[in-house]
């Protein structure tokens, strides 16, 4: 299955939340006669895959249409799945580049990594990942992770800015997916970090989403976790409160490769990607996409790279 941009983009436009199998992803066939390096043959596609969520697809977009700008012969396999699938997918040349997110990345070689900053967390990247024969490129300062988040009118009343300032608020409600009250950064991340631990947890299964930002709006919980990439940010005019003591470990975007496709021309572009992509950029898209605007993730990804030079 090989698009050309255009055609790419058009069948995007039609298919775009589709799941689409790994089934048919394109390989080289091996019957076919040797090209010399040449970048538009089928043996050097870079085939560019996305999990399955809206968010990814738009990174993927992204990283498929400023490839193909530069000259690359590109193909898609979006909203593929958990990383328990994508990872084996690269391994396996179904797919060979997806924009990842570095914390959850180290969490899947080490679950029980101390690293917290992006710095630290890129850097243990590198070994950790060269053992599934892949690389990783420069991060973003683009980050989509977990946040303790609370409304404007209740930040500005108890004078908050930072995670440490709730100790002044105690006790409050916080509501977060019923994980949240084991996990390092939740209930006992807040306590043990924060000193933190007058708190009322109420579960709330939907991960950050409608539900949990009704909650907060309406006073029924007076803390939340909201990931930082939500366009209820901005439409509810919502804070995240700062992690000084990095709580929370980085979860920048970055490109993850096959070591197959691994050259200077590519991580040229992607680099050239990571260092124009912000935080304020994903709520943009996202909100674009998954808004009133219902924007295909190849229209938003288009106008970005348009807006930023790279096209």
Do not use: H
Request: net charge negative.
């Amino acid at each position: 299955m090989r698009f050309s941009k255009k055609g790419r983009v058009a069948a995007s436009l039609i298919a775009v939340g589709a799941v689409v199998a790994l089934a048919g992803c394109t390989q080289s066939d091996p019957t076919a006669p040797e090209t010399d390096g040449d970048t538009n043959a089928m043996s050097d596609t870079i085939v560019v895959g996305s999990f399955a969520f809206p968010e990814s697809e738009i990174l993927g977009e992204i990283y498929a249409q400023a490839l193909e700008a530069a000259g690359f012969d590109v193909d898609t396999q979006f909203n593929i799945g958990p990383r328990q699938q994508t990872i084996p997918a690269l391994q396996d040349g179904s797919i060979n580049l997806i924009p990842e997110y570095n914390g959850n990345l180290l969490a899947y070689y080490d679950t029980e990594f101390e690293e917290r900053t992006t710095e630290d967390v890129d850097a243990a990247l590198v070994d950790a990942v060269a053992a599934d024969d892949l690389v990783v490129y420069d991060s973003a300062a683009a980050e989509d992770k977990d946040a303790y988040v609370v409304t404007s009118e209740f930040a500005e009343a108890n004078d908050l800015t930072e995670i440490g300032d709730l100790a002044g608020v105690q006790p409050f409600v916080l509501g977060a997916n019923p994980q949240f009250g084991e996990l390092g950064y939740g209930i006992p991340g807040l306590a043990s970090v924060y000193g933190v631990t007058d708190v009322e947890f109420v579960p709330i299964e939907d991960f950050g989403g409608p539900d949990t930002v009704k909650q907060l709006v309406d006073d029924t919980v007076q803390v939340a976790d909201i990931y930082t990439t939500s366009p209820a940010l901005v439409a509810e005019n919502l804070v995240v409160l700062e992690d000084p003591e990095n709580l929370i470990a980085a979860q920048n975007i970055i490109p993850l490769a096959s070591t197959a496709i691994d050259s200077e021309e590519l991580a040229a572009v992607l680099n050239e990607i990571s260092a124009a992509l912000t935080t304020d950029d994903l709520i943009a898209l996202r909100d674009r996409v998954e808004g009133d605007e219902q924007a295909s993730a190849a229209t938003a990804a288009t106008d970005w790279l348009t807006e930023n030079g790279l096209l």
